[in-house]
Nanobody, 114 residues
Framework: VQLQASGGGLVQAGGSLRLSCAAS????????MGWYAQAPGKQRELVAS???????NYADSVKGRFTIARENAKRTVYLQMNSLKPEDTAVYYC?????????WGQGTLVTVSS
């Protein structure tokens, strides 16, 4: 199983990034997917999730700014991040979950400068 996250980088406050996470080795369409962020010195926290049925959930801090979406045909989940703030700076990880099975990607760094 491999979850390959990409799309991170350095962006100014107010800018946008789109993260992608491509999955292999799992039946992607049946998995719930999520994006998590871990800022320096802090715990990893859920940013957004999408169920296999397409229901979405967002952390309060990103509601109205971030959008999670999935494309089952490409086995990929996306996180569109708009109106980025310096406090969004973190390593972003994607995760796949179904029942007792849970898999994590390697993370992609997002840095938002003020």
């Amino acid at each position: 199983v491999q979850l390959q996250a990409s799309g991170g980088g350095l962006v100014q406050a107010g800018g946008s990034l789109r993260l992608s996470c491509a999955a292999s080795g799992i039946m992607f369409s049946v998995y719930d997917m999520g994006w998590y962020a871990q800022a320096p010195g802090k715990q990893r926290e859920l940013v957004a999730s999408i169920t296999n049925a397409g229901r979405t959930n967002y952390a309060d801090s990103v509601k109205g700014r971030f959008t999670i979406a999935r494309e089952n045909a490409k086995r990929t989940v996306y996180l569109q991040m708009n109106s980025l703030k310096p406090e969004d700076t973190a390593v972003y990880y994607c995760a796949a979950r179904r029942g007792n099975n849970e898999y994590w990607g390697q993370g992609t760094l997002v840095t938002v400068s003020s």
